[in-house]
Each structure stands twice: as C-alpha cells, then as structure tokens.
C-alpha cells in the first residue's frame, strides 16, 4: 500500500488557493491514502469567529471537501485532511438546529463516501473559536482492489499528546494512524516515535510549513513531517520548510501483530484494572 504526506502552507483564508496549490502537487503522484495537513481549506491563525463562519464549509457543500472527492474519483485514491468545519446539529435540549464549528478532518473515499473526525483536545486559542469535537475516535475500514481492506484512524495535531487518543484507536484495530498537524512546538514527530512502538501503528504525521500573520498575531510551523511504521522506524521525514509530498510503501497487516516477544503482547499484558482510581 503506497501512503503518504502532502507538506504545505496554507494561506488563510484562501481556500480556492490552497487546493488550486494541492491539486497541482497531487497531479503526477501516485497513492492509495494521502494525509494533508490540519485546517488546509482555511489556515490556522484566526482573530474572530467571523473569520470561523467564513472560511468554513460543510463536507458536502464545500469548495475543498468537494475537490479532495474529484482528486480521490479520479485516483481511485483515499485522501485524509484537516479542514475548517461548519456543522448544522440538532440540539437535543430545545430540538432547535444550531451551527457549530469545529477543527476537523475528512477521510474521503474514491465512491464519495466519507468520514469525519472532530478534534477532541483543542489546542491554545483554538479554544476560543471551536467547539470541542463531539464524536469519539473511531476507525474505519476502507477497501480497495490495491490494498485490500485497511482500518484507517484519525486524530489532530495536539492530540499526540494525550496518549489515550492513539490508543483508543489501536484498541479499535487501527493499522494507519492519519495525523494531519498545524504542529508549532518541537516534541511531537519525535513523540510519534513512542505512539507507534507502543501501539505497533503506522502513523502518518503531516504538518504545515512556513509563518502565518494575522492583524497582531503570528504563529510560526515546524513541518518536518513524519511516517512511522510498526517498529518507530522513520520511513519518511520531511524538510522544515519546503512543500513536499512522500509516498512510501508499507504492508499494512504488520500493525495487526501487537505481540513484542513470545511472553509479552502488548494489548494481552495491559491491566486496566489498576490504571484508574
Ligand atoms: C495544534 O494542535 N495545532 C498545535
């Protein structure tokens, strides 16, 4: 199975421009699941929740979400990215429809079926201007005549640092971890290491490059993207702040083996019993 990272920088508040800059990198690459970065339809650095509601859109409605699902027709190809998400839900209190808005990533499928997963631990002022994810981390299965079938977990940025997110997902039978990252202090991609090898996961971290302004803020990204695979070895690392995409390729059905030698497995010897008071 062929995966990989697409690196970039997102402009904000640009978000014709940034999948105009996507579907040009993606145009001669070869993949069966791609990870593009955090928030990549809107960027990250946001003053108001006007500019929320504005560089928001609905999966289904939205200039970007609907351009990952031509790339991903076309391909025969799965694409898994972060995006800015507009939500209209129910409130079960009042039955009444509320727009929420939450920092998400979509799984996209080549048949136009897709998933979402809505960031659980938001990080810094991303408090201020999305509402906490509401649905739990869940793996899904996805198929195709040139892989097989393959559970495929989503998480986001700032999540790596709890560990129960990973582990949740590895519990569930997640084989590729899909990380899509607006990373901005310098532990993680060394951090990814200890999520792999305790979960026997691939992971494909994926981060943004470059400074974003914003009126009197600036946030500076770390990039240097990473895949892992099952052992914590580096199977792709990427450069501080050039626009790339890695493709490597890997066997899957090795995150099913969670056994470290013959008298330890690392599932079988947990004893959660004696972990929560
Ligand atoms: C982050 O969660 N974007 C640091």
Redesign the pocket.
Known sequence: MKIGYLQFKPEFGKGKDNIAKIENMVSDVDFDLLVIP?LANSG?VFCSKEEVEEYSEKPSEGIFCNALFKISAEKKCFIVSGFCERAVETSPETGDGNINFYNSSILVCPDHNFFIYRKIHL??E?KLFFSPGNLKFKVNRISSPNFGSVNIGMM???DWIIPEAARTLALQGAQIICHP?????PYCQQAMYTRAVENHVFIITTNRIGTETNRNKEVKFTGKSVILDTKGNYLATGSEDKEEIRIVEINPEEAFNKNINKNNHLFNDRRPEFYFS
């Open positions: 955090e990250y990080f810094e991303e986001i940025c700032f990252s607006n990373l901005v202090m």
